[in-house]
C-alpha cells in the first residue's frame, strides 16, 4: 500500500494531532485515514507501508469459558465450590418473580452469586434488590435496567456519577455493592464498580439452595425518598463472614458506627447520628437533640452558605417537627436527600480504605483455611 501524505481536513486538533493521508492500494484504489503527526514524517509519496487495523472487539465475540477451567488457576477461586452452584438459565421463573412480598427470597438467592463474563468471574458478596415499578424503588433506578430479547442482562450502569454493578430482570433489579474477581482478587466494594466488566450474554451463577439463610438479610445502600416507608425497609443480602460493619459498604444507616469515634461534632458526624436515629428502632429523631449538636459545630470557611452542609443541616432543623418520625415529612425528606448527597464522599473514602482493608484481610483468611 502506498502512502500520500496530502493533508485532507482543516481542524485545528486534526492539524495538531493527526495528519490525514490518502492511501493507494495495490490495484489504484484510494482510501483514506489518519496517522500521527510526529509519525507523518516517516512517510513520503510512493512510500510502502502495512496497514494492520485495529479489530473492533464486540460483545456479540466474548464467550465465557468452562467456569471450573476459568477458576482452576486462580487462588480466589478457593473462596468457592463450583459444585454447589447452577447456571441461571433464561426461562428460569425467578427473573419473573415479583419483588412485593418476595424481596427477601430474592435477595437470598442472590446472596453469593457469581457472574462471569469472558475470563473474569466475581464472587458476590453483598447484593441489593428493588422492584421496577415506583413504589418499589424509591431509589430511582427502576427504570435503567432493561431486559430486551433475555429475561435478564448484566449490565455497568452509570448512575449519579457512579458505573453500578447491576442485573435485571422483568420484575427487579439487583445492585451489586461488594465483591471479589476471583480470578484477579480485586475488591470492590461500595456501589461504583470500576473494575468488572459484563458483556451483552454474561452468564449468572445462583448458589444452589440460596433462599435458605445462609446469607443475612440487612440494609441496602439508602439515597432514596425518605417520606416512602419502603426507603427503611431491607431488602440486601450479605454473606455472613462480613457481617461486622466495619466490613460492610458503608451506608447512611451504618455511618454513624464509623463516626461515633471520633471527639467532638461535625456536620459529617452530625448527618451520620440524624440518619442513624432514623434507622434505629425506634425511627425517631428529637429535633431538641439535632439543635444541640448543631450549636457545637463550628461550620468550616465557605461552608456556610446554600451548598455547604452546616447550612443544609441549619435547612433541616428548620424544617423538622419536634420529633421526626419515619417515614417523614416531604419538606425533611427534601433537606435528607440533600445530606445525603453531601455525605456521599465521606461513605465512598470510607469504603476505599478502611471498609476494603478489612474485606482483604477476611477473604485472605478465607483462602488459607480460616474459619
Known amino acids: 500500500m502506498t502512502m500520500n501524505t496530502r493533508h485532507l481536513a482543516s481542524d485545528q486538533f486534526a492539524k495538531d494531532m493527526l495528519v490525514p493521508v490518502e492511501m493507494t492500494i495495490v490495484g489504484g484504489e484510494s482510501l ?16 510502502v507501508a502495512l496497514v494492520s487495523p485495529f479489530k473492533r ?10 467456569l471450573k477451567l476459568a477458576l482452576k488457576t486462580h487462588k ?23 419483588f412485593s412480598g418476595r424481596s427477601e427470597l430474592v435477595a437470598r438467592k442472590l446472596g453469593g452469586c457469581l457472574i462471569q463474563s469472558g475470563t473474569d468471574v466475581i464472587l ?6 428493588y422492584g421496577r415499578s415506583p413504589d418499589e424503588d424509591p431509589h ?24 453500578q454493578l447491576m442485573i435485571g430482570t422483568v420484575r427487579w433489579n439487583a445492585l451489586v ?27 449468572v451463577w445462583l448458589k444452589k439452595g440460596g433462599g435458605k439463610d445462609m446469607y443475612n438479610y440487612v440494609e441496602r445502600q439508602t439515597r432514596s425518598h425518605f417520606d416512602e416507608d419502603i426507603t427503611y425497609r431491607k431488602h440486601a443480602c450479605v ?25 467532638g461534632w461535625s456536620g459529617i458526624k452530625l448527618a451520620a447520628f440524624i440518619f442513624h436515629k432514623l434507622y434505629s428502632e425506634s425511627g425517631v429523631a428529637l429535633k431538641s437533640q439535632v439543635e444541640e449538636y448543631l450549636q457545637e459545630i463550628r461550620p468550616k470557611k465557605g461552608d456556610d452558605d446554600d451548598r455547604g452542609i452546616h447550612a443544609n443541616l441549619k435547612r433541616l432543623v428548620q424544617a423538622m417537627g419536634e420529633e ?14 440533600d445530606l445525603a448527597g453531601r455525605v456521599q464522599k465521606e461513605q465512598t473514602k470510607l469504603n476505599l480504605t478502611i471498609v476494603t482493608t478489612e474485606v482483604e484481610k477476611v477473604i485472605e483468611g478465607i483462602v488459607r483455611g480460616k474459619k
Open 32 to 47: 483514506f485515514g489518519f496517522v500521527f503527526a510526529t509519525r507523518a514524517n516517516l512517510l513520503g509519496e510512493g512510500r
Open 140 to 163: 430511582g433506578v427502576a427504570s435503567l435496567v432493561c431486559p430486551d430479547v433475555r429475561p435478564f442482562k448484566v449490565v455497568n450502569q452509570m448512575n449519579e456519577g457512579a458505573s
Open 239 to 263: 454473606h455472613p463472614r462480613f457481617l461486622k460493619f466495619n466490613t460492610m459498604p458503608v451506608t447512611l444507616a451504618t455511618l454513624w458506627a464509623f463516626k461515633k469515634a471520633a471527639k
Open 76 to 98: 480466589y477461586g478457593l473462596l468457592v465450590n463450583v459444585e454447589d452452584y447452577e447456571l441461571l438459565e433464561d426461562d428460569d421463573p425467578f427473573c419473573y418473580m415479583p
Open 324 to 337: 421526626e418520625k419515619v417515614p417523614v415529612s416531604r419538606e425533611v425528606d427534601k433537606e435528607l436527600k
Open 57 to 66: 472487539r464486540l460483545e456479540e465475540t466474548i464467550t465465557d469459558e468452562d
Open 124 to 129: 458476590c458478596l453483598k447484593v441489593e434488590v
Open 177 to 203: 455493592t461488594m465483591a471479589v474477581v476471583l480470578t484477579s482478587g480485586k475488591i470492590v466494594v461500595g456501589p461504583n464498580n470500576t473494575i468488572f466488566n459484563p458483556h451483552a450474554a454474561s452468564h
